[in-house]
């Protein structure tokens, strides 16, 4: 990585934590990722984004800042980007994969906080994540209850605007939600001095539906039989979707496919034939997680999707581009995005149709359902999916683990006496 002391001093990192950060990163990069054999080209454009992990994109956003636009930081795929992008903001997800944080998080947010919420606490309130030092605002909603008063602790520390999110979806949730929409762009309006008017939010809706039919055409070169792509790099990209500039991640992601699509061709793919394909379901992955893929890839299973915020549920509903005007702008987006199935809301049934689609159209052998401790949500909800997985004759088997790794052994054994399960039914 380039030299960016300069650039995270005018941060206020506190950059002696910060190194420590940094020096572990690359090894672990390395032994998870390069190690991988016959890996497509294109993923060097996403060794390249790791590898500069805290520099290149943040001083592209410090460069924004310079020229008057602002930065906003979202933790959750409810948050329409539509209206970040057309206030001419840029956005970045802030949801945050490691434990390095959690010493930090502990001294804002009780110990038996989900991993996830702990580590974003501990980014922020220990000066060691450039992404938050880097955001004029926060915006938050009122999800699970770890996220709703984490948004309480931020307060005290940065702006943030939090969105009122219903847990049913009728018809007046629906209306709300249009509503909250409304509310954010009159925010994001008051924060950049831009008027985010139908045709801005046109524009954007082209921009953000591009970069999900990437990753959607990135997700369809999984289905074949033996993959081109392994489940961690695919993971991975859409990890970066979350931060990177939308346009150039868009442009990237399709020549990754272009070569994913000439490797089908060839019959070139990245597993043992033999490997039993796998659905992850449950809650998401935040960078630098890549724990679970990593063990099921490395004891004979191959990830081919995940019905996850870091997998499906971020892209695969484009918005309807046809709306005219701003009234017509709040329906369609809420509409979109509360097709969302989240565990959050009740019931949520749709979720268990997601699973068992998603579990066929990818031709998988099993489904595995990760959650992080204490997100209640995700774990009260595995009975359901285990009952209704049980009915269609999938086997599915339940981890929860947090962002150590130290119970890697243990889940490896797990996972490959159900691996041999499946693969003699
Ligand atoms: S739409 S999954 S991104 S809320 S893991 S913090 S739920 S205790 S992240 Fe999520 Fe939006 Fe739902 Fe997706 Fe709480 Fe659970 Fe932690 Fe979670």
């Not at 979350?242 to 990237?252: C, E, G, K, N, S």
């Not at 695969?316 to 969302?340: G, P």
């Not at 595995?382 to 889940?411: C, H, R, W």
Request: aromatic share 10%; proline share 4%.
């Amino acid at each position: 990585m380039a030299d960016y002391k300069e650039l995270w001093t005018s941060l206020d990192i506190d950059l002696e934590k910060h190194d420590q950060l940094c020096a572990v990163l690359p090894e672990f990069y390395g032994e998870i990722y390069m190690q991988q054999e016959n890996r497509p080209e294109a993923m060097n454009y996403y060794n390249f984004v790791v590898s500069e992990i805290h520099g290149y994109r943040v001083q592209e956003l410090a460069d924004m800042r310079k020229d008057g636009r602002k930065v906003v930081g979202t933790f959750c795929v409810y948050v329409p980007d539509e209206i970040i992008v057309a206030a001419n903001a840029a956005s970045v997800g802030l949801c945050a994969g490691s434990e390095f944080w959690h010493p930090d998080g502990e001294k804002v947010v009780p110990r038996n906080t989900c991993p996830l919420v702990k580590a974003a606490a501990g980014a922020l309130v220990g000066n060691t994540c450039p992404y938050f030092k880097s955001c004029d605002m926060l915006v938050g909603e009122t999800t699970c209850d770890a996220k709703k008063k984490l948004w309480e602790t931020f307060a005290e520390y940065t702006p943030i605007h939090v969105m009122n999110l219903s847990s049913m979806k009728r018809e007046q949730d629906y209306i709300n939600w249009q509503g909250e929409i409304k509310l954010f762009k009159e925010r994001m309006e008051e924060l950049t001095g831009v008027e985010v008017t139908a045709e801005k939010l046109s524009e954007s809706t082209k921009l953000l539906n591009d970069k999900r039919r990437a990753l959607q055409r990135l997700y369809e070169t999984r289905k074949v039989a033996n993959p081109p792509i392994s489940g961690k790099d695919a993971l991975l990209v859409t990890q970066i979707a979350f931060y990177d500039d939308p346009a150039r991640f868009t442009q990237m992601t399709n020549q990754l496919c272009d070569e994913l699509e000439q490797r089908i061709e060839n019959g070139e793919g990245v597993f043992d034939k033999k490997a039993p394909r796998i659905l992850i379901t449950g809650t998401p992955m935040a960078i630098p997680n890549w724990k679970l893929h990593h063990v099921i890839e490395t004891s004979g299973g191959a990830v081919v999707a995940e019905e996850t915020c870091t997998g499906v549920k971020y892209f695969q509903n484009l918005v309807d581009e046809s709306a005219a005007t701003l009234e017509d702008h709040y329906k369609i987006l809420a509409d979109r995005y509360l097709k969302t199935n989240c565990a959050c809301f009740t019931p949520n049934t749709s979720r268990i149709d997601d699973i068992i689609r998603l579990y066929k159209d990818y031709a998988a052998d099993g489904v595995v359902y990760y959650t992080l401790p204490f997100c209640t949500t995700y774990a009260a909800e595995f009975k359901a999916v285990k009952d209704a997985l049980a009915k269609e004759n999938i086997p599915v088997i339940n981890i929860e683990s947090d962002y150590g790794l130290e119970d890697a052994g243990q889940i490896k054994t797990r996972l490959e006496a159900f691996f041999e399960m499946i693969s003699n039914k």
